[in-house]
């Protein structure tokens, strides 16, 4: 199989948060650089995606970086930066703001990989769709997601749900949950504090 390089997306305006979601503070630490450490224990190389204004921004500056370079928008912008820069790697993706992520989730997804899917993704909790930014997309995907995005459809997740994905039942629960907005990062702020007590 490729080898499987992990990427960050942190180049979002974070416009429902009210303040860069990639720089809030879990546990001490920005959700980036977490986010960052966490994927980096199971992948072979990891990036962290970015808009061209953000290289030197200082919760940014201090990782690798793939800076966005294709045309398109929302996530689809840095998974296929990042495919444009190895096109020969298989991706594990992951939003930025995912505080609630362990380590059991990510070697769930890898251990679940192989030749006969070209994604690999978690049923989400919530819809029961594939959670397309917690993701192994395979070469084969994400020219599936290109000629996709190059057709004008932009969305992920609606590529995931037109391959041959291999979609798991969530592993840890709660583990996929975005933090969007002010009043979600306090419930994963308490959820946090609260597996800490336990």
Not at 11 to 27: I, N, V
Not at 39 to 56: A, C, E, G
Request: glycine share 6%; charged share 20%.
């Amino acid at each position: 199989m490729s080898p499987l390089y992990g990427l960050v997306l942190a180049g979002g305006a974070s416009t429902r948060m009210g303040h860069d979601k990639a720089a809030l503070r879990y546990g001490g630490r920005s959700q980036l650089a977490n986010a960052f450490s966490m994927l980096d224990r199971h992948v072979k190389r990891t990036f962290v995606s970015v808009r061209d204004t953000q290289q030197n921004d200082p919760t940014r500056a201090p990782f690798p970086q793939i800076i966005d370079n294709v045309s398109a928008a929302g996530p689809a912008v840095g998974i296929l930066s990042a495919h444009a820069a190895y096109p020969d790697a298989a991706w594990l993706v992951l939003a930025c703001d995912l505080p609630m992520l362990d380590d059991a989730t990510l070697a769930a997804l890898i251990a679940a990989r192989d030749e006969q899917h070209v994604a690999t993704a978690f049923r989400s909790e919530h819809d029961g769709l594939p959670e397309p930014l917690c993701t192994i997309w395979e070469p084969g995907a994400l020219e599936k997601l290109k000629s996709q995005v190059d057709g004008g459809r932009l969305c992920p997740r609606k590529c995931l749900l037109n391959i041959d994905t291999l979609i798991l039942p969530p592993r840890t629960p709660g583990a996929l949950d975005n933090v969007n907005t002010p009043q979600e990062r306090a419930i994963a702020q308490r959820f946090l504090e609260d597996a800490c007590r336990a």
